[in-house]
């Protein structure tokens, strides 16, 4: 009697593996890479890259959030490290993906910048 539980167990451990794997890796795909942001103090466009990783594990509870990893205002001035991050409010990360926002990388971005 315990060989058929075990058994059962063992394949639903494995399902659950099998969906947290593939949401964690696809939201990290998604979120990797520099992406263009609009920075609320400069109101002009910055390059910053998303905290993949941390994304990628907040997307296991189904609300992935998003923060800076990296900013190119960061670079030319250090204090900025501990700004607020407003350039992602009022961003969900769902719509987000939905709708193709930060989920593109750069290079994309820029090329359909171009051809408008």
Same mark, same amino acid.
């Given at each position: 009697?315990?060989?058929? =539980? ?9 399902? /659950? ?32 890259? =998303? ?14 959030? $998003?923060? /800076? ?31 193709? $926002? =930060? ?14």
């Amino acid at each position: 009697m315990t060989t058929p =539980l075990l058994i059962i167990l063992g394949v639903a451990l494995v399902g /659950i593996v099998y969906v947290l794997l593939s949401v964690g890796t696809d939201a990290y795909f998604r979120l990797r890479g520099p992406r263009l942001v609009t920075c609320p103090e400069t109101h002009a466009p910055v390059e910053v890259d =998303l905290d993949a990783t941390h994304g990628a594990v907040t997307a296991l509870s189904g609300h992935p959030a $998003l923060r /800076i990893k990296h900013c190119a205002r960061w670079d030319d001035a250090p204090d900025l490290r501990d700004c607020a991050q407003g350039c992602l409010q009022g961003i969900d990360a769902r719509s987000a993906q939905r709708h193709g $926002l =930060l989920t593109r990388p750069l290079q994309t971005m820029r090329s359909s910048a171009t051809q408008v």
